[in-house]
């Protein structure tokens, strides 16, 4: 029976530990040696019916793989008895040679003896109940599986290697500590404690809400495994489209000297000092009655909106005529602001005469030699501050983290407002519930099928 093909099916519905399932670990590329994996309980009856006995456990050994009389294939085989193998079950590897038809008839063997296929990450999901690793760590898997920048490699390794889930768990200890107060005020309410203990208790609540506050504000976990959004904009014929195939190095954008060529989003990745970055070329900003191009327009004002770097394209006879249509309506300053705008010059090489550029302002061209290394530098340079904040931060990743955190931080301010030990207690612990649906240590099922739906299936 063949393997699937595909990367990312619908999330797993079984139940935990329901039986030994396999997979391919390698995926269906092409290539010399493909990995199937196998884990549950039994499995090592499963590999004695196709290698003969076990090999030592985490040893490499050569075998061949039968089935009913037939070779099937000269195969590495790893056996990870229980407790210590990556989903906490007995597994095993067949590092087989990559034919689909030897992937093929392995397969049928694995099922005549009672294995069925891996749903999608149920590796990694039945890893997370058993304890080998919480929910942070198994998300941190998928991104490091995904991971295409070396800032993406390092997050995702930091996370899998706890440095998220330290954080959280330091806070739900915090709130604990906080919790255990609340519970002593309950039970001992008529006797009278000092007025400072009031004033601790607030500051405690306060503190918390503000790192949770400072992290939840920090974008870096986003910027790195989604890509630092840039935006090309400016007035038709600016030069955006030429400038994102300069910097790709490609011809991804249809270039003309006709006005409005542009009427879509274009969207291109390449990296930059080890961070991803999206560009997006748009529609020249501008007051038309053309329907498709006004629609163009009305979405690259949307891309502005989002993004984290505007590049603000002024051409020669923009620069020259202040005060123009162009300048006063759709390219107007409120659609730049400047903490996020770098004004760029385009087209140098079009005004030999012109004066220096603004301050703060890059003067850029794409056919020159040399005409793009100011920007490319600009840009290294601010990828660079992102990655210095970057190292030593415990940062997030996901939008699921994002509403976790930010209940709990609501939660916690709204027991340092609440008039009664007992209501507070009530928070404090919703509080912790929060973060406990993050870490997957409170309503794991909830969150489970959502988490391990983008895994690969040998993960």
Known sequence: MPLPTTQQPAAATTTE???????????????????????????????????????????????????????????????????RSYTGEDSFELHLHASPAIMARVAEALEGLGARQAEAGEFTRRAVMAGRMDILQAEAIADLVAAETESQRQQALRQKEGVLGQLYERWTEQIKSLLASQEALIDFADEELPPETEQRLQQALHALASEMDAHLSNPLGRLTREGLHVVLAGPPNAGKSSLLNALTGDDTAIVTAVPGTTRDL???????????????????????????????????????????????????????????????????????????????MSKSDLRPAAPPPPPHALSISTVTPGGLEGLKQCLAQRVRALGAQHQASALLTRARHQAGIQAAKTHLLQAASAPLPELRAEELRMGMEAIGRVTGRVGVEDVLDSVFSSFCIGK
Not at 38 to 47: R, T
Not at 318 to 335: F, I, P, R, W, Y
Request: charged share 25%.
């Open 266 to 344: 274009l969207h291109a990745d390449i990296v930059i000092e080890g961070m991803k970055v999206r560009l997006t070329d748009t529609a020249g900003l501008r007051t038309t009655t053309d329907m498709v191009e006004a629609e163009g327009v009305k979405r690259a004002k949307h891309a502005l909106e989002g993004a984290d770097l505007v590049l603000r394209l002024v051409p020669p006879q923009a620069a020259q005529h202040k005060g123009s249509q162009v300048e006063a309506a759709e390219d107007g300053d409120n659609h730049f602001p400047p903490e996020r705008t770098i004004m760029v």
């Open 17 to 83: 530990g329901d039986g030994v399932i396999y997979a391919l670990a390698t995926g269906p590329v092409a290539g010399a040696i493909a990995v199937l994996r196998v884990s549950g309980q039994g499995c090592g009856d499963m590999l004695r019916h196709l290698c003969g006995a076990l090999p030592p456990a985490r040893m490499a050994s050569l075998r061949s793989v039968r089935w009913r009389g037939e070779l099937l294939d000269e195969a590495l085989v790893l056996w990870f008895p229980s407790p």
